[in-house]
């Protein structure tokens, strides 16, 4: 949540040190040393974020890792906006055959 609340990626060398991500259940519960959450929002307005973890070493995610996922966020909020798109299309075209059903009567 935080992420996408500065509109910033987050990352934490050492999550088990960083309070607010150290109260996740996943942190917390598998021990992860590295994570890196970027967020997004799509053209449709629609927020999310991308989060990945390394429960191995602090650390693991670097500048390289981080533009590799901010990439893939920009390709995410591409994906979540046709998605919405598809949805609203099938609910006009509902909308359209109970009107031509209605004519049809």
């Known amino acids: 949540h935080r992420a996408i609340q500065e509109r910033r990626a987050l990352t934490g060398d050492e999550a088990l040190a960083d309070r607010g991500l150290m109260e ?7 021990q992860v040393k590295s994570v890196l959450c970027v967020p997004f929002v799509s053209a449709s307005g629609t927020e999310g974020a991308l989060y990945v973890e390394h429960p191995g070493r602090p650390g693991a995610f670097g500048a390289l890792e981080k533009e590799y996922l901010e990439v893939l966020a920009d390709q995410a909020a591409i994906a979540v906006d046709r998605m919405v798109q598809a949805e609203q299309l099938a609910a006009e075209l509902q909308h359209s055959k109970r009107d031509l059903e209605e004519i049809g009567r």
């Open 24 to 30: 996740m259940p996943s942190v917390r519960g598998l």
